[in-house]
């Protein structure tokens, strides 16, 4: 079946550093989104791409959608101990309907160290 | 800014019970869902609901498990008989539309621990 992807696991870094976490899929992917989850927390939307080559900023996030619509990433500019939790990649699946579900990726956990 | 609620927060269970974990869906939102996600692993989709009936299911949700739209507004996960595996975080999601393009609102989860 559909699977998505993520890499790394764990990121560990020092505040002010940047990060970066990928997201690849075997087969076109008709968008991806993107989610936080805090520690205790359940996923929060933060973007969804579309377009093959989108890009989308959102302060100091970046996100990217490949131009085969096959990949993504998440780029994280000058971390702050606010961005610690796991961000997972997640794709819609459906089966020739209109309705999508989600497949999530296992998720980079972010810690930073202050 | 409406939200998808959950109840029970934590639920603890002996193995072999039934447990029936409620959401109550953002109000004016037509397609409903159901993911878990087992402690430090990823969220796993279980099944969705639409027009009172199931759309789509996954292989993990067999027949111990079931869902239900008992009202107009809550939409409940039922576990027939509980399994040490089934401990999990469950998340409810909803959409307006469900279409590929929208986007999938969480509730805040129930953690289920089967012992």
């Known amino acids: 079946g559909q699977q998505v992807m993520q890499i790394p696991q764990y990121q560990h870094v020092q505040e002010g550093e940047d990060f970066t976490t990928y997201c690849n899929s075997s087969?076109?992917?008709?968008?991806i989104q993107w989610y936080k989850q805090r520690p205790g927390g359940h996923p929060v939307f933060l973007i969804q791409?579309?377009?093959?080559?989108e890009v989308k900023k959102q302060k100091r996030l970046t996100f990217q959608f490949g131009e085969a619509k096959k990949n993504s990433s998440l780029h994280i500019t000058a971390t702050q101990t606010t961005d610690v939790g796991t961000y997972f990649c997640?794709?819609?699946?459906?089966?020739?309907?209109?309705?999508?579900?989600?497949?999530f990726g296992k998720g980079t956990k972010l810690s930073v160290k202050p | 800014e409406p939200e998808v609620t959950q109840t029970p927060s934590h639920q603890v269970t002996q193995m072999g019970q039934e447990v029936i974990l409620r959401c109550v869906p953002i109000s004016n939102h037509l397609y409903f869902y159901w993911y878990r996600q087992i402690l430090g692993q990823k969220v796993e989709f279980l099944v969705s609901f639409y027009n009172n009936e199931i759309s789509e299911k996954s292989e993990i949700f067999d027949d111990q498990f079931s869902v239900e739209r008992p009202d107009g507004s809550n939409f409940t996960l039922k576990i027939r008989s509980t399994k040490l595996e089934d401990s999990a975080m469950y998340f409810c999601a909803s959409t307006y539309t469900g279409t590929v393009q929208e986007t999938q609102y969480f509730g805040p989860g129930t953690r289920l621990l089967v012992l």
């Open positions: 791409l579309v377009k093959s080559g």
């Open positions: 087969t076109t992917l008709s968008n």
């Open positions: 997640a794709s819609l699946m459906n089966y020739g309907g209109s309705q999508g579900n989600l497949i």
